[in-house]
C-alpha cells in the first residue's frame, strides 16, 4: 500500500481520536451519497415516467406511418400494396382517413379529429386494450343490410359531451362537404353522419382531448372519398424487426412521393422535450451535487489546519511537498468515493423497492397508480462519473489552495 494511502486512511478511519473535524468528514461523505441517492432515484423515476408516456403514445402511434408527400390523400391503386404488406420486418398494415369534424350530441358539441380506421388496426396499435368503457367494435351489420357504426372517443370528449355508457342516443359527426361554398343551412355545407357511442379510451391528455375513432368507411361516406382513398397508412413491426431497416426498405418501395415517418418523427416535440428536461435534470442535480461538496472543502481545509504538527514533521523527514498534498487529495478521494459508492447502492435499493412492491403511491386517477421507476445502466455511470469529477475538482483547488 502506498505510504500516501496509507496515512490518508489512517487521518479518515482512526479511531483513537474522534474530533470535530473526523464528524465533518462523516458529514462530507453522507451528503455526497445523499446527493448520488438523489440523482438516481430522480432519474430513475423520470425515465419511469418517460417509458410509461412513450408507451402510451405508442399505443395509438404506429411504429411507421406513410403520408403522401403532396396532397392530402391518395389511393392504394397508386401504390404496390400487396408488396408493402410483405415487405420483410412488417407485420400488419392498416388504411387510416383522418379530417377534423364537428360532433354533437344533445346540446353538446366538439371540434375533434376524427380518424377512420379498417379492421387490421387492432394489429397495428394498442388502441383496443386501453378501453375504459365499451367494447371494441366499430361497426356492426342490421337486418336491413345497413351497417350500424360505432365511434370510440377519448375520454375527455366522451365525458365533455355528456355521454354515458348508458347512453342510447346516436352523436351527429358534421363534415364539411368537398369542393362546395358554404351554404345557407347545414345540409348545403356538412355531411353528416349518425354513429353511437361505443365508448372511451385513456391514452394521454392530447390524444384524450381531440381522438374519435371510427370505422374507415363511415370517415370515406362522410368525405366523399372513394373505397380505396387513404389519408395515411399505418405499419406494424415485427418484434425483432429494425426498424431503420423497414424504413428505408418502405421509402425504396414507395418512392418520393411519400413520406415515411417513424414514431419519434411522429412526435417530434414530445421527445425533444423529453431529452431537454432530462438534461436539466442532470445539471440541476449536479448544481447540489456541487454544494454538498463544499463540506468537502470545508473538511480538508480543517484537516490541513489540525494536522499542522504532523506536516512538518512529514516535511522534517523529507517527504516532498507534494507528496503531503497527495495524502490530502487522496483523503478527499476516497471520502468522495466511498460516499459515491453508498449513495449508488442506497439508490439501487430504493428504486428496487419502488419497482417491486410500489411503496410510493400517485393516487386513483392515474393510469398507474404508483410512481414507475426504470434503472438504466448507463445512468448509475454518468451519476458516478459526474459525482467523483466534482468531488474531485474541488478537492484538487481545496488542497492546492491550502498552505502546506
Not at 490518508?8 to 482512526?14: C, V
Not at 387490421?120 to 386501453?130: A, E, F, K, N, W
Not at 413491426?237 to 415515411?260: H, I, M
Not at 494536522?307 to 507528496?323: E, F, V, Y
Request: overall charge positive.
Amino acid at each position: 500500500m502506498p505510504y500516501t494511502l496509507f496515512i490518508a486512511r489512517r487521518y479518515f478511519f482512526s479511531r483513537k481520536q474522534k474530533t470535530v473535524i473526523n464528524i465533518i468528514s462523516w458529514i462530507s461523505l453522507i451528503g455526497i451519497a445523499v446527493s448520488t441517492t438523489a440523482l438516481i432515484v430522480v432519474l430513475s423515476v423520470y425515465n419511469g415516467i418517460g417509458n410509461l408516456t412513450q408507451s402510451l403514445f405508442n399505443s395509438f402511434d404506429p411504429h411507421l406511418l406513410v403520408q403522401p408527400a403532396k396532397g392530402k390523400t391518395f389511393h392504394l391503386s397508386t401504390i404496390d400494396y400487396s408488396a408493402l404488406s410483405a415487405t420483410e420486418g412488417v407485420a400488419a398494415v392498416s388504411q387510416i382517413v383522418e379530417e377534423n369534424a364537428w360532433i354533437t350530441y344533445h346540446h353538446n358539441e366538439a371540434i375533434v379529429s376524427l380518424r377512420g380506421v379498417d379492421s387490421s388496426y387492432p394489429r397495428v396499435t394498442g388502441l383496443d386494450t386501453l378501453l375504459y368503457e365499451g367494447t371494441y367494435q366499430l361497426a356492426a351489420p342490421m337486418d336491413d343490410g345497413w351497417q350500424q357504426y360505432f365511434l370510440l372517443f377519448g375520454a375527455e370528449v366522451y365525458y365533455n359531451l355528456g355521454i354515458r355508457e348508458a347512453s342510447n342516443m346516436p352523436v351527429a359527426v358534421h363534415i364539411p362537404k368537398r369542393g362546395v361554398s358554404l351554404g345557407m343551412t347545414m345540409d348545403e355545407a356538412f355531411n353528416t353522419g349518425y354513429a353511437m357511442p361505443g365508448g372511451n379510451f385513456y391514452i394521454q391528455q392530447d390524444i384524450d382531448t381531440r381522438y374519435v375513432v371510427a370505422d374507415i368507411a363511415f370517415v370515406r361516406q362522410l368525405m366523399d372519398y372513394s373505397d380505396d382513398e387513404c389519408t395515411s397508412l399505418a405499419i406494424a413491426l415485427q418484434p425483432r424487426a429494425n426498424a431503420d431497416k423497414v424504413k428505408a426498405s418502405v421509402r425504396r418501395l414507395l418512392g418520393d412521393e411519400f413520406t415515411v415517418k417513424d414514431r419519434f418523427e411522429q412526435q417530434p416535440i414530445y421527445y425533444k422535450v423529453f431529452r431537454s428536461e432530462r438534461l436539466g435534470i442532470y445539471l440541476i442535480l449536479a448544481l447540489i451535487v456541487l454544494i454538498s461538496t463544499l463540506n468537502l472543502v470545508a473538511s480538508l481545509s480543517l484537516l490541513v489546519l489540525d494536522k499542522k504538527r504532523d506536516i512538518a514533521t512529514l516535511r522534517s523527514l523529507g517527504m516532498p511537498r507534494s507528496n503531503i498534498r497527495r495524502i490530502f487529495r487522496t483523503e478527499g478521494v476516497m471520502i468522495s468515493a466511498i460516499g459515491v459508492v453508498a449513495g449508488l447502492l442506497l439508490g439501487f435499493v430504493i428504486c428496487f423497492l419502488q419497482q417491486h412492491f410500489g411503496i410510493v403511491k400517485m393516487g386513483n386517477n392515474f393510469v398507474v397508480s404508483a410512481f414507475p421507476v426504470a434503472m438504466r445502466g448507463i445512468d448509475f455511470l454518468i451519476t458516478f462519473l459526474l459525482v467523483m469529477s466534482l468531488s474531485s475538482l474541488s478537492v484538487l483547488l481545496a488542497v492546492r489552495k491550502s498552505k502546506i
